[in-house]
């Protein structure tokens, strides 16, 4: 098992940035992807960044390219994602995801059922 912890959501105003983070621990094992999901009341959880562990690629919604960035830090196991100039619509909990499948293409690591391991979430509220 593998268990995945996000941490750093608040409330921010409009303009402003946040750095979400995100501590796997437990069963180790080469995770070929780490993802960032968020989900807004009333909507589907969407797709945000993903990278994988190995070469750290990158990929970006379009919602947030030139905004967001998405880092690992292998030796600690850690997957951040900083947010900057937020916008209202960027509100939702954010997730953190864990996949050790072999990454095939970009459209492997946007869908929701190619990670395993979820975390708990973190809320994201951007003020206007």
């Known amino acids: 098992q593998v268990q995945l912890v996000e941490s750093g959501g608040g409330l921010v105003q409009a303009g402003g940035s946040l750095r979400l983070s995100c501590a796997a621990s437990?069963?180790?094992?080469?995770?070929?992807?780490m993802g960032w999901f968020r989900q807004a009341p009333g909507k589907e959880r969407e797709f945000v960044a993903a990278i994988t562990w190995i070469g750290g690629s990158t990929l970006y919604a379009d919602s947030v390219k030139g905004r967001f960035t998405i880092s690992r830090d292998n030796a600690k196991n850690t997957v951040s994602l900083q947010m900057n100039s937020l916008k209202p619509e960027d509100t939702g909990v954010y997730f953190c995801a864990a996949s050790s499948r072999r990454v095939g293409g970009k459209l492997d690591v946007q869908s929701i059922s190619f990670y395993a391991y979820w975390g708990q979430g973190t809320q994201v509220t951007v003020s206007s």
């Open positions: 437990g069963r180790t094992f080469s995770s070929y992807a």
